[in-house]
């Protein structure tokens, strides 16, 4: 059964920092496209950041610079590191596996307060 565990988000001010963490099954997480989405109320669920096998990353550009997104293959868990916080990164961020399919997380609250 594949099962992505998301932890780490939570309510922090402006400028502060928070990590997320996504811990995945093995059989999918060394052959899977690992990465981060966000999803705001009223607006559609977007990419922040992917990282691939080999640790190509990808980053949305309103994230680029401040978030850093990782993978540790011996613990099966990506990380996206979260700097300089804003207002706008509230959200509730979905860890992703992606190949010709899809898997998702249960999401865990970003909560930013200005």
């Known amino acids: 059964q594949v099962q992505l565990v998301e932890s780490g988000g939570g309510l922090v001010q402006a400028g502060g920092s928070l990590r997320l963490s996504c811990a995945a099954s093995?059989?999918?997480?060394?052959?899977?496209?690992m990465g981060w989405y966000r999803q705001a109320p009223g607006k559609e669920r977007e990419l922040v950041a992917a990282v691939t096998t080999i640790g190509r990353t990808n980053y949305a550009d309103s994230v680029k610079g401040r978030f850093t997104i990782s993978r540790d293959n011996a613990k099966n868990t990506v990380y996206l590191q979260m700097n300089s916080l804003k207002p706008e990164d509230t959200a509730v961020y979905y860890c992703?596996?992606?190949?010709?399919?899809?898997?998702w997380g249960q999401g865990t609250q970003v909560t930013v307060s200005s």
């Open positions: 992703n596996a992606k190949r010709a399919d899809d898997y």
């Open positions: 093995p059989s999918i997480f060394r052959i899977y496209i």
